[in-house]
């Protein structure tokens, strides 16, 4: 049995024909390349990782441009929406409207009694909660955006158009106005403001007479010298 020689040393094995001495250059080559490979490694990670990025910003901004426009969507839908529903409730509303004009009439001429009150206040409590409102009163200026002249006359109590009789009433939804107000209305009088200035001319010209009257009494002797002077008379004697 072959025991091993204390303080031996194992040697690397040497090619056949090379030298100990030819194996160290070459252990250190290795060790310079390894460093040369993990930076080229680092540089294609590196490269990835911003191709990635640039991937995700892309993503994210497809997402951000479509949660946009679903975001419009959503408005413009929910918008037209209530622009149909304002059409209906408009129509529906516009077709009621004589029948609100019959219930008006019976209420002034005090037919509006029993069971058909009943009635016609439950219709009206309907129609306000659906936004339905009622405008048009008497002595409110005249415009024509929301009034219908259906009769005109003149009167010396106003100083603009104004509407003097309430024929039929003016509905509204909100900003929207499903039937003007149907008014007669009156205007001031044509010559109202021509009248005015001939009083006033006559009140100066009756102000400045007794002030001329005063001047001429006030020198007598003026015209009587002028009398004698053209007559010739006392300067003769």
Not at 72 to 95: G, P, T
Not at 129 to 145: A, H, I, N, Y
Not at 169 to 186: C, D, K, L
Request: charged share 25%.
């Amino acid at each position: 049995m072959t025991e091993e020689t204390p303080g031996f040393d194992e040697k690397p094995d040497v090619p056949s024909g090379a030298t100990p001495d030819d194996a160290e250059p070459k252990a250190a080559s290795e060790e310079g390349a390894a460093p040369a490979g993990d930076a080229s490694e680092n540089a294609g990670l590196v490269a990835q990782l911003d191709q990635v990025r640039m991937a995700l910003g892309e993503r994210t901004a497809d997402l951000q441009r479509l949660q946009a426009e679903y975001q419009n969507y959503r408005r413009r839908v929910e918008r037209d929406r209530v622009a149909v529903k304002e059409v209906a409730v408009a129509n529906l509303l516009s077709e009621l409207l004589p029948v609100l004009d019959d219930v008006g009439r019976a209420r002034e001429h005090g037919e509006l009694v029993g069971g058909f009150k009943s009635v016609a206040e439950s219709l009206e409590t309907i129609i306000a909660k659906m936004g339905l409102q009622q405008f048009g009163k008497e002595g409110e200026p005249f415009d024509p955006t929301i009034h219908e002249a259906l009769m005109h006359s003149y009167a010396p109590d106003v100083t603009e158009t104004t509407c003097v009789a309430i024929l039929q009433p003016g509905y509204r939804i909100g900003e929207r106005t499903i039937r003007p107000a149907r008014v007669a209305v009156a205007e001031p009088q044509p010559g109202a403001q021509t009248v005015k200035p001939a009083e006033d001319a006559t009140e100066a010209q009756d102000a400045s007479g007794p002030e001329d009257g005063a001047q001429n009494s006030g020198n007598p002797g003026s015209s009587g010298t002028a009398g004698n002077k053209e007559s010739g008379g006392p300067d003769e004697g």
